[in-house]
């Protein structure tokens, strides 16, 4: 428990006296009081229950579609499975069946609680769920209780026009404004979360066709959102036109029949496990139908929605989110983060002394691993003596359900995760590589852990510039109050307050990459305003976000 941010919520709350209370009660105070005041934040949450909170930065759901498969379960179960770095909360399916009795298409659906292994674990229910085409979604809450199972996607409703079921990555920042609308002329929700606005919006729809009923929908909705729909006998996959989150479509033919099967999902590593093509994004504002005719004529087809003045594809997806081997936004993440360790390495005033010995890279694994073999490389280029060492090694069956019986710590928490390797540490000027720094707690622990294989000094560096803000657009963030960043913003200058944040950690130097160094290191995209959204860092939120909040339970 990090006693700075005690402190401060006490400050808040008004309390200036020491705490006379134990740290178990205190958490429990702040935890009523934050949540009286609209404050409550699910880690927040998952600390007050003692629970592991490892990833303070935590991604937002992953999405999965397919068409004209043999095997639509299965394949959106090895899609989600690749995407489940993207949220490990709960897990679903929804498959869409040709029923020759009623000779019409049925849903179907299996969802649940845990990480896909653990939704799907009987292989069975893949020959119930049958059917042509799936969409999947993997959970991690930004709206809506991370415990109710009713916000488990895909959603599906059956309505005028037939069955309707959607997957959603992201957040729309009006649901609040559109929620109290449609409660107001009696539309009952089912969930607290905000995807659920989209299938109601449609569903009041006057248009006959699902394509232009989704397209009238998206119309009113604002914020982040890419979404895979089964709509009866089609699927419907549509971004939103500020192209915050990434979406691609793919494609992949039978051995067999030489059928063709079109596949949508969150990142490209999904299209790999089940040896799918990367075909090229579904553009920003591009709402894509795929159904049969589709197929036959190897042609989806879109319609675009007004287009934004400007695009924000979400920069921190780069930076940490998606997996290095996947492609996003056009581009290959393993590059950028390569980039981001070179534009690291170019601005570092790490100076090598002559007589010392060389300086052993180590990345924080495993999102800082490819920053870190850039970072190396391009020291060397510039001749500066630099090697890569696995020098921390991750547990990485430390998973979301694991306790830790009796201790309470965050110590014994980081040790769960991450363990040194002496050998390599020992006697060596460290460079230690990490993505970002959230509130910097584990980053504390880490550094101490390091310090016990006695490196002679540990020199932080981060592959992005400091986190000032949080997140309105699907990604977990703590509350601004929670960032360390806000620990020291009383500060007159940047410099003074990285010196705190660096006295805080407990290193020896800490060094932030800059933010033209951060947008040096992502592609350009051409004849755009702007291309990124970058608001974690520099506070400039491509979407107002006046009506939003950090409480994702507000509805529950
Ligand atoms: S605020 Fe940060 S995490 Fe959120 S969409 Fe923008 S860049 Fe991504």
Do not use: W
């Not at 790999?272 to 994004?281: H, S, V």
Request: hydrophobic fraction near 35%; proline fraction near 5%; glycine fraction near 6%.
């Amino acid at each position: 428990m990090n006693s700075q941010f005690l402190l401060s919520c006490k400050k808040q709350l008004g309390e200036t006296k020491p705490c006379e209370h134990g740290e178990e009660e205190l958490l429990q105070r702040l935890f009523s009081i934050y949540r009286l005041n609209g404050y409550v934040h699910s880690s927040l949450c998952r600390s007050a229950a003692g629970l592991p909170n490892f990833n303070v930065l935590l991604p937002m759901c992953g999405v999965f579609g397919v068409f004209n498969s043999k095997t639509p379960a299965e394949d959106t179960f090895y899609g989600l499975y690749s995407l489940q770095h993207r949220g490990q909360e709960a897990a679903g399916i929804v498959v869409a069946d040709y029923n020759k009795v009623k000779k019409k298409t049925l849903f179907k659906q299996h969802k649940g609680m845990g990480l896909v292994s653990e939704v799907f674990r009987d292989e069975t229910m893949f020959d119930n769920l049958g059917g042509y085409a799936a969409i999947g979604h993997n959970r991690y809450s930004t709206t809506g209780s991370s415990k109710s199972i009713s916000n488990i996607q895909p959603f599906s409703l059956t309505y005028r026009s037939g069955s309707l079921a959607i997957a959603h990555n992201g957040n729309l920042t009006n649901s609040r404004a559109l929620r109290r609308e449609l409660t107001e002329l009696g539309v009952i929700f089912q969930a607290s979360s905000d995807t659920e606005i989209i299938p109601h919006l449609a569903a009041r729809s006057r248009e006959k066709e699902p394509l232009h009923q989704i397209y009238e929908a998206l119309l009113q909705v604002q914020g982040a959102y890419s979404i895979v729909i089964l709509a009866n006998n089609q699927l419907i996959a549509a971004r939103d036109p500020y192209g915050f989150r990434p979406l691609a479509l793919g494609k992949k033919v039978d051995p067999l029949t030489g059928e063709l099967a079109y596949i949508v999902a969150s990142e490209t590593c999904a299209f790999d496990i089940i040896q799918a093509e990367y075909i090229r994004d579904i553009e920003p504002g591009e709402i894509l139908l795929i159904d049969h005719l589709a197929v036959t004529n190897e042609k989806p087809t879109s319609l675009f929605l007004p287009p934004s003045k400007r695009k924000a594809r979400c920069i921190f997806e780069y930076v940490y989110f998606a997996r290095p081997d996947s492609y996003i936004f056009k581009y290959s993440v393993d590059k950028v983060r390569r980039n981001l360790g070179k534009n690291l390495a170019r601005e570092s005033n790490i100076v090598h002394q002559p007589g010392e010995k060389e300086l052993t890279v180590v990345s924080v694994p495993d999102s800082s691993n490819t920053a870190a073999l850039g970072f190396v490389r391009e020291s060397l280029k510039m001749e500066r003596p630099a090697r890569f060492e696995h020098g921390l090694i991750r547990n990485h069956y430390v998973g979301r359900t694991f306790i830790q019986p009796g201790i309470h710590s965050r110590d014994i928490k980081v040790r769960s995760k991450y363990n040194i390797v002496r050998g390599v540490l020992q006697g060596r000027p460290i460079i230690l590589i990490d993505d970002s720094i959230v509130r910097g707690t584990t980053a504390k622990m880490l550094i101490k852990l390091i310090r016990e294989a006695d490196p002679t000094s540990i020199n932080l560096h981060i592959s992005s510039p400091p986190i000032t803000n949080p997140c309105f657009y699907g990604m977990d963030f703590p509350t601004k109050r929670q960032l360390l960043t806000h620990m020291f913003d009383n500060l007159d200058n940047d410099m003074e307050e990285i010196e705190k944040i660096r006295e805080y950690i407990g290193v020896d130097s800490l060094k932030y990459l800059s933010m033209q160094g951060l947008m040096n290191s992502v592609p350009a995209f051409e004849h755009e305003e702007g291309s990124y959204c970058t608001a974690c860092f520099s506070g400039d939120y491509p979407i107002q976000v006046s009506d939003v909040t950090t409480d994702k339970e507000e509805y529950d």
